[in-house]
C-alpha cells in the first residue's frame, strides 16, 4: 500500500507492506486524515517529542530513527477485524473515528507516532478495534476527521475552567486556534478577540465565532480585547502559536489574576520572567490532548452542528501529495486544514466540504 | 531617629527625621519588625522591582534611586493618630499590625517601597490608621511581627487549592517555604516532604510540620517524596526557593496532571520547557502577598497557637545592626528570621522567642 513514511526528518511517499490485524486490533482504509500542525514539528524534533513523551513516566516503544508514518486525525473504514475483537462494537463497513491510541502487545502506544501503529498518511493502517467509535449517519469521513483537533479545543477550553461572564483573547488562528474559538463560541464566551497575522485566518476565526480579530503586526492584540471588552470582565488567554516568546508576551499582557492557557506546543527552551507572574499572580495552564467523553462528544457535537468545522477543511490532497501539502501548510495564506484522501488528487487542491 | 536607609543598593544607619503624620496616618513605634528576604533582594534589583510593580497596571511614585528605609513585617505600638482618624480602632498604647499598605496622599503605596512611607527598618513610622488590626492580649510584639510571612503561607497553600488527601513538597526552607509547611500542617496535609540543603532549616522543617525532610545533594526531593508517599496521592509542588531554573526542574520532577506553585521570587529572566507542562499537563500558580481576611486570620491563628511562629524567630537586633543582620542572612546555618527591635543589640543576637 501507499504510505507517507518519516525518515531522517523527511516524508518518503513509498510502497510499503500492508499492516497485519493483531490481537485486539481492526484493520482499516482511511478515508480522511487531517495533516496536523504537530506533525510538522514532528518531522523536525522527533528525539524531543520522544524525550517530552517519556517525561511523563510513560516510555514509549517509539524510536524516531526508525521508519514511522503520522497522521493521527483519522475517519477510517473497518475493513477487517483481528483477533480477539468479539464483542467489538465495530464491524467491517463502518465509518469509524478514535482517539489515535492503541493498545498494542507491549502496552499503549500513540498512533502516528509509533514504529508499529501507523497513521492516516498510507491507504490503511491499524487501530484498536475497542476504542472505535461509529461515526453517526448522515457525517462524512471529512468533516469526522476533523473530531480529534476539535476535541483538543473542547479540552482546551475545559481545563481553561472558563465560564459564561469572562472573556477570551486567543493567540493564534491555526487549526488548534481556531477550534478553540469554536468551542469558546459554543460555550457562549463573549467576547472572544482573536488574533493572528494572516488574514486569511482572521477571517476564519470570524467564520468560527470570535466577535472580533487583530493583526497584532498593526495593534496589540490585548489593545483590541481592552477596546472591544473595556475591562469588564474577566480574561483567559489562550496561547496557540507556540513559539518561544509567546508565553512571556502573554504573561506580560494578562491582566492581574489571569490565567494563560497553553496549548501552543512550543518543543524549545523558552523564557518567562517569573516575576510578571508572581506580582500579578497569574496562573499557566498547559494543555494537552482531551479525555474519551471529550473525543465522543465533539464528535456529537460536530454531527449535529453545534460544533461547526467547515470552514476549517482547506484542502484535499492524496497520499502521494503529503509532502507537497507539509510544504504548502507553511503558507498561512494558502491552506489551513488539509485532508489526505488515498486517491485523491497528486497536490493539494483546495475544496469545500 | 535612627533608620537603616536604603541608598545605592546599600543599607546606612542614620538619624534621620521622625515622619509626621498626615491625613489618615498613624505614628506608631515599632516593636518588632521581620527582616524578609525579598529586601535582600529588593536591594540588589530595586529598579526590577519597581518596573515589576508597575507590570501590574498599578504605577507607584517609588523611586528607588532616591532614599527609602524598608522593613514591612511589622508589630508597632501607636503613638499618635493624625488627622481624619476619627472612629479608627486603634488608639494610642495599642500594639498593633497591619497589612504594608498606606493609602496615602497619591494612592496606595506598599509601606517599605516607597519613599514616603517607610519601614519598620526604624525607630518610628507611619501606617493607615484605618487598617490596623490590634494585637490580640497575650501575643508579643516578636510573635505578632510574623503575621506577614505566615499570612503569605497561608495565601500560597489557599491558592495552591490543595486539600486534604493531596501531598506536597516544599522545595526551600526559607521563611516564605517554612511558613507554607506550617500552613500545610494546619490544613492536615500529608505527607509534607520539605527540601533545603540547611540541615539548620532541615531542622525547622520538621518543627514547623514536615513529615519529612531531604537534602537535595544528597537525594532527589522528588524521590523522597516518591518513597514516602508511594504515589498514592496528588502532588502539589510548592517552589519557593525562586533562583532561575528551579521552576524548570519543578516542572520537570512534577506528575503529570499536578500543580506548581511559584512563591519563590525569581527576579531575573527564567528558562522553562513548555513541552514538559504541556505533555503532562501541569498548572504552574504564581502567588503574591495575601488578601485582608488571610491577613486577619493569620494573627488569630498565631495568637490561639494554630500557626506556630517560635522556630522561625532565630535572632534580634537593633537599628543600628541592619546591616550586618542582611549580611548574616547570606549563610543559611546561621539565621532564619531576625527581627529588628529599636533598643536592640547592635549586632544580630540569637534568641529564643
Redesign the interface.
Known amino acids: 500500500m501507499l504510505a507517507a513514511v518519516a525518515r531522517d526528518r523527511q516524508l518518503h511517499v513509498e510502497d510499503v507492506q500492508d499492516p497485519v490485524p493483531g490481537s485486539g486490533d481492526a484493520l482499516v482504509a482511511v478515508r480522511a486524515c487531517g495533516i496536523c500542525g504537530s506533525d510538522l514539528h514532528a518531522l523536525r524534533y522527533a528525539p524531543?517529542?520522544k524525550e517530552?513523551?517519556e517525561?511523563?513516566?510513560a516510555p514509549s516503544p517509539f524510536d524516531p530513527d526508525r521508519d514511522y508514518v503520522m497522521g493521527h486525525e483519522y475517519a477510517v473504514e473497518v475493513l477487517e477485524l483481528g483477533p480477539d475483537t468479539a464483542g467489538v462494537p465495530a464491524k467491517p463497513g463502518d465509518l469509524v473515528v478514535s482517539m489515535p491510541i492503541a493498545l498494542g502487545p507491549t502496552g499503549i502506544e500513540p498512533i502516528g507516532y509509533s514504529n508499529r501503529y501507523g497513521g492516516g498518511y498510507a491507504e490503511r493502517m491499524l487501530v484498536t478495534a475497542g476504542m472505535c467509535l461509529k461515526v453517526p449517519d448522515g457525517l462524512d469521513a471529512r468533516r469526522a476527521a476533523l473530531t480529534e483537533p476539535m476535541a483538543v479545543g473542547l479540552h482546551t477550553v475545559n481545563?481553561s475552567r472558563i465560564a459564561p461572564g469572562e472573556s477570551a483573547l486567543v493567540l493564534g488562528c491555526g487549526p488548534i486556534g481556531l477550534a478553540v474559538v469554536a468551542s469558546l463560541h459554543a460555550k457562549g464566551i463573549e467576547p472572544v478577540v482573536a488574533a493572528d497575522f494572516s488574514p486569511r485566518r482572521r477571517a476564519l476565526a470570524r467564520e468560527m465565532g470570535a466577535h472580533e480579530v487583530v493583526d497584532p503586526a498593526s495593534e496589540p492584540a490585548i489593545a483590541v480585547w481592552q477596546r472591544v471588552d473595556g475591562g469588564r470582565h474577566p480574561l483567559v488567554i489562550f496561547e496557540a502559536v507556540?513559539v518561544p516568546g509567546m508565553?512571556e508576551a502573554a504573561m506580560?499582557d494578562a491582566?492581574?489574576q489571569s490565567r494563560v492557557v497553553?496549548?501552543g506546543?512550543?518543543?524549545e527552551?523558552?523564557?518567562?520572567?517569573?516575576?510578571?507572574?508572581?506580582?500579578?499572580?497569574?496562573?499557566?495552564?498547559?494543555?494537552?490532548?482531551y479525555d474519551p467523553l471529550e473525543f465522543q462528544g465533539t464528535l456529537e457535537s460536530i454531527a449535529d452542528g453545534r460544533l461547526r468545522v467547515d470552514p476549517l477543511i482547506t484542502g484535499v490532497v492524496g497520499v502521494e501529495g503529503v509532502p507537497a501539502a507539509f510544504r504548502a501548510l507553511a503558507d498561512p495564506e494558502d491552506q489551513v486544514k488539509i485532508l489526505v484522501e488515498p486517491g485523491g488528487p497528486a497536490t493539494p487542491t483546495p475544496t469545500a466540504v
Chains 1, 2 share one sequence.
Open positions: 524531543n517529542m517530552m513523551m517525561a511523563t513516566g481545563k507556540g508565553l506580560r491582566p492581574p497553553v496549548v506546543v512550543c518543543m527552551h523558552d523564557r518567562i520572567q517569573p516575576m510578571v507572574g508572581i506580582v500579578k499572580e497569574l496562573e499557566v495552564l498547559f494543555c494537552f490532548g
